[in-house]
Structures are given as C-alpha cells and as structure tokens.
C-alpha cells in the first residue's frame, strides 16, 4: 500500500510539470491524499497491534492479574487492527 501510495505521489509531481486538465489534475491530487490518509491510518492502527505481539512475545507472565490485563490489552489492539479493514 505504501509503494502505491508513494508512485502515485511521484506521478503527481511529474503530471504538474505538464500542461494537462486542470480537473484531471485536481482528481489526481485527491487521490493521492486519499491514499496517503490511508497508509497513515493503516500504519496508526496497526502499530499498537505490533507493539502488544512484540512485547506479548517477549515477557513471561505467571501472575493471573497481569495475564488477564495482557489479555483485555490484545483484545483492545486486535480490535483495533481488525477495524481497519472493516
């Protein structure tokens, strides 16, 4: 998504050094801040998911208490990962 993203941004740039239609140059702009939103949001969401599952690897728990809060912690960060492609 990123790579998409990132051509299309570079499309823009060498389209607008060309005379072409001021409203297909307008669309080609919306879309590539449509796609740039997204890799933002994309990247916002799944960053917490990655931190839980990097440091859910990393630790081991042997207390209920802290086992039930690691587990309402994924709950919350799977949830959120899950959203984004809802």
């Known amino acids: 998504m990123i790579t998409f ?4 941004f570079i ?5 607008a050094s060309r005379l072409i239609n001021i409203v ?4 080609d702009r919306q879309l590539t801040a449509m796609a740039l939103s997204q890799v ?3 990247v916002f969401v799944s960053l917490p998911y990655t ?3 990097i440091y859910d690897l ?3 728990t042997t207390n209920q208490d802290e086992y039930a809060r ?3 912690i994924g709950t919350v960060t799977v ?3 899950y959203e984004n492609f809802a």
Request: no cysteine.
């Open 5 to 8: 993203s990132l051509l299309a």
């Open 11 to 15: 499309k823009i740039r060498t389209l």
């Open 24 to 27: 297909r140059l307008s669309r």
């Open 40 to 42: 933002a949001f994309t």
């Open 51 to 53: 931190i839980f599952n």
């Open 58 to 60: 990393n630790t081991v």
């Open 70 to 72: 690691l587990q309402l």
């Open 79 to 81: 949830l959120l990962y």
